[in-house]
């Protein structure tokens, strides 16, 4: 079983910056894919971006692609999701997810991430 915990999230207007934080509560596997989703009312659960633990190579969504960085950090227990050029788009709850075993044509996938933290909320005002 694997605990995830986001912090980080807020309010702030467009153009901003917020850093999310996901707190694991093992130590990723070399087979694990932790990613980023984000939940607007209304809306279907959409990918935001994943990292592969392997190989640290990160994959993005169009739309946040050039401004959002997801990285880890060396006790390989947490993920951030640094947030630049903010807009009101962005407004949702951002989830982190892992995942072992997912393949690429997988990632952008809610259904193949075993694991999900609960949520933090982020506003965008324009």
């Known amino acids: 079983q694997v605990q995830l915990v986001e912090s980080g999230g807020g309010a702030v207007q467009a153009g901003g910056s917020l850093r999310l934080s996901c707190a694991l509560s093992?130590?990723?596997?070399?087979?694990?894919?932790v990613g980023w989703f984000r939940q607007a009312p209304g809306k279907e659960r959409e990918f935001v971006a994943s990292m592969f633990r392997n190989t640290g190579r990160a994959y993005y969504a169009d739309s946040v692609k050039g401004r959002f960085t997801i990285s880890k950090d060396n006790t390989k227990t947490t993920v951030f999701l640094e947030m630049n050029g903010l807009k009101p788009e962005d407004t949702a709850v951002y989830y982190c997810?892992?995942?072992?075993?997912?393949?690429?044509?997988?990632?952008?996938?809610?259904?193949?991430?075993?694991?999900w933290g609960q949520g933090t909320q982020v506003t965008i005002s324009s």
């Open positions: 997810a892992s995942g072992t075993r997912l393949i690429l044509s997988s990632i952008a996938r809610p259904d193949a991430y075993d694991y």
């Open positions: 093992v130590r990723t596997g070399s087979s694990t894919t």
